[in-house]
């Protein structure tokens, strides 16, 4: 099986894991091994307060920004 996200995506966190955190936006820092349910994980980190955090690859979703634009963006504040 292979991971469906690469080092340095960036994504969102699904809506039904974590509620509170819908809004932010999350870069892949690391690609980890199956759990014991055979589901991929990763280790993301919140782009705003650098924060990590290990997740199934179900707790995910793809954002539509690449890093080139989020790095344009956190460039301009």
């Known amino acids: 099986m292979s991971h469906k996200y690469t080092m340095g995506q960036l994504v969102h966190a699904a809506a039904a894991h974590f509620a509170d955190r819908t809004s932010g ?3 892949v820092v690391r690609l ?4 014991s ?4 994980g990763y280790r993301i980190k919140d782009t ?7 997740v199934g690859e179900s707790e995910i979703r ?7 634009v989020f ?3 956190q460039d301009n504040r």
Do not use: D, K, V, W
């Open 37 to 40: 349910s055979g589901e991929l």
């Open 25 to 27: 936006t999350y870069e």
């Open 62 to 68: 793809p954002t539509q920004m690449t890093q080139g």
């Open 71 to 73: 790095a344009s963006i």
């Open 32 to 35: 980890m091994p199956e759990n």
């Open 48 to 54: 705003a307060s650098g924060a990590q955090r290990a």
